[in-house]
């Protein structure tokens, strides 16, 4: 296996000023009158984020901020794997691997790995301090792309190689919400002789056997419901990526646009004020990700891999993950919670939290209770 290689992110100037061409050229069209954001992405809010990523965004103090923090690329089975890491403070770090999902990258954790990874420097104990590995996923930003669609099981796989094989950790603990809680919780499942607990901010999984009994039920139908407005780029993603990708691939304000109707959608704002959780520079700087290094397209494929591999159930036998698992429930989380007798019969849950905010991002929404939840829960399985 190759040394890792130092990485640092540089975009040439070139490439700026052809997304800014094509930003001031976009050839803005009609919505509905009466529509705010329930059509999509509302037109209003698109002109002043694309007018102040022309006239105020600064990629360059955004470009600085990602290089300061240790990134890494590691080749594993011919594909770059690029990840952050900052090893903890404390006699004995815990090694813990954190996974974002789309339509997020590592900028999630730009603010969060230094309070994981050296929690004295935020008013916590050194002891609860974390090795941090946080790698962008495959196929998505500063990772490589794979040649042809990779579901999270296949990705848990490299990310257990990178863990142990790479970075010679023994065991460790595994994090993540969205496509990251599907990752963690194939690397629990088929990984348990290295990754020793896991904890999800989301419930991607699914049982065999359904739902059972009349909590369960409502709570299936109240889902399907939730759902069916939010399905469409799912569904797209899943059975036809490549069809949608030639129009996103040559247009920064079309991806600025899919993937900003996300965060609002499915954030713990306050109305449709998507600023009232997240800034234009990160809505912003997360897209450009996207953008510079060309993988709108290949992070898509995960959805088509995911549903190749078998879709969301954990196990056909009836089999869980059997290391300890922390759940962390936020309320606007986009996959609402079931009951916990549902997630038991999928993990062999230790820690069950219920939050009173947050949503699908809580690591950007609201860090200080994902930070503490996690220390709290790793402190059972140190």
């Known amino acids: 296996m190759e040394p890792l290689r130092p990485f640092e992110?540089?975009?040439p100037d070139e490439t700026l000023d052809e997304i800014h061409r094509r930003i001031r050229t976009f050839p803005w069209h009609e919505m509905p009158a009466d529509g705010g954001w329930e059509y999509g992405a509302n037109l209003a809010y698109m002109k002043a984020l694309c007018a102040y990523w022309l006239d105020?965004?600064?990629w360059r103090a955004q470009e600085a901020a990602i290089n300061r923090h240790n990134h890494f690329i590691a080749e594993i089975d011919g594909i770059d794997i690029h990840f952050m890491h900052e090893k903890g403070s404390g006699s004995n770090p815990m090694p813990l691997i954190l996974s974002h999902g789309w339509p997020g990258t590592v900028v999630e954790f730009?603010?969060?790995?230094?309070?994981?990874a050296h929690p004295e420097r935020f008013g916590g104990k050194a002891e609860d301090g974390?090795?941090?590995v946080a790698p962008s996923l495959i196929g998505f930003g500063f990772s490589g792309k794979p040649p042809r669609p990779f579901g999270p099981r296949k990705m848990a796989g490299y990310y257990n190689t990178l863990m142990t094989e790479v970075l010679g950790y023994d065991s460790y603990m595994a994090q993540g919400g969205d496509w990251g809680g599907a990752i963690s919780s194939w690397l629990g499942f088929d990984y348990p002789a290295h990754c020793q607990a896991i904890h999800v901010n989301i419930m991607i999984m699914r049982t065999a056997d359904g739902p059972i009994g009349a909590d369960e039920e409502a709570w299936a139908t109240r889902f399907e419901a939730e759902q069916e407005m939010e399905n469409g780029y799912r569904t797209q993603q899943a059975t036809k990526p490549q069809?949608?990708?030639?129009?996103?691939m040559d247009s920064p304000v079309g991806i600025a646009a899919w993937i900003t109707e996300?965060?609002?959608s499915w954030s713990d704002t306050v109305g449709d004020d998507v600023e009232?959780?997240?800034s234009k520079d990160t809505l912003l700087t997360n897209i450009m990700?996207?953008?510079?290094?060309?993988?709108?397209?290949?992070a898509s494929w995960i959805y088509y891999g995911r549903r190749e591999e078998g879709g969301r159930v954990m196990s056909p036998d009836g089999k869980r993950v059997e290391v300890p698992t922390g759940c962390a429930l936020f309320p606007k989380e986009l996959l609402s919670w079931p009951p916990r007798s549902y997630a038991e019969r999928i993990y062999n849950v230790t820690h069950w939290r219920e939050f009173p905010c947050g949503g699908h991002f809580p690591a950007m929404e609201v860090p200080e209770l994902l930070l503490e939840d996690i220390r709290t829960f790793a402190r059972t399985v140190r």
Request: hydrophobic fraction near 45%.
């Open 9 to 11: 992110l540089h975009v």
């Open 243 to 248: 069809t949608l990708s030639y129009a996103m």
């Open 289 to 298: 990700v996207y953008i510079v290094t060309r993988t709108f397209n290949t």
């Open 130 to 132: 974390f090795d941090v």
């Open 276 to 278: 009232s959780v997240h």
């Open 262 to 264: 996300k965060f609002n």
């Open 56 to 58: 105020g965004f600064d």
């Open 110 to 116: 730009l603010d969060f790995v230094e309070p994981l």
